[in-house]
């Protein structure tokens, strides 16, 4: 069984940077792809960054050029390195396995709060 646990959301001032991390447990075959999701309230749940096994990336539009994705050296954990922080990137952000660059797929971790205050 796969498990994803995530650590460092929190709240910050806009323009501030924020690191989320995810390690994920179980079937490697199920790590190919790795990503990031947020869910803001009142609204559906997007993409924001993805990440093969090989290092190829997706990114939403609104993050290019700000957030960064990477894995660790083991391949099972996952970064987004959030910067120039904007409010309207406040959410619920969500790790998540098993999928492909542009879907998600079955595994989903526990989700950790990023607030942005302006």
């Known amino acids: 069984q796969v498990q994803l646990v995530e650590s460092g959301g929190g709240l910050v001032q806009a323009g501030e940077s924020l690191r989320l991390s995810c390690a994920a447990s179980?079937?490697?075959?199920?790590?190919?792809?790795m990503g990031w999701y947020r869910q803001a309230p009142g609204k559906r749940r997007e993409l924001v960054a993805a990440i093969t096994m090989e290092g190829t990336t997706n990114y939403t539009d609104s993050v290019k050029g700000r957030f960064t994705i990477s894995r660790g050296s083991a391949k099972n954990t996952v970064h987004l390195e959030m910067n120039t922080l904007k409010p309207e990137d406040t959410a619920v952000y969500y790790c998540?396995?098993?999928?492909?660059?542009?879907?998600?797929?079955?595994?989903w971790g526990q989700g950790t709060q990023v607030t942005v205050s302006s």
């Open positions: 998540n396995t098993g999928g492909r660059l542009w879907r998600p797929g079955d595994y």
């Open positions: 179980g079937s490697p075959f199920s790590f190919r792809a």
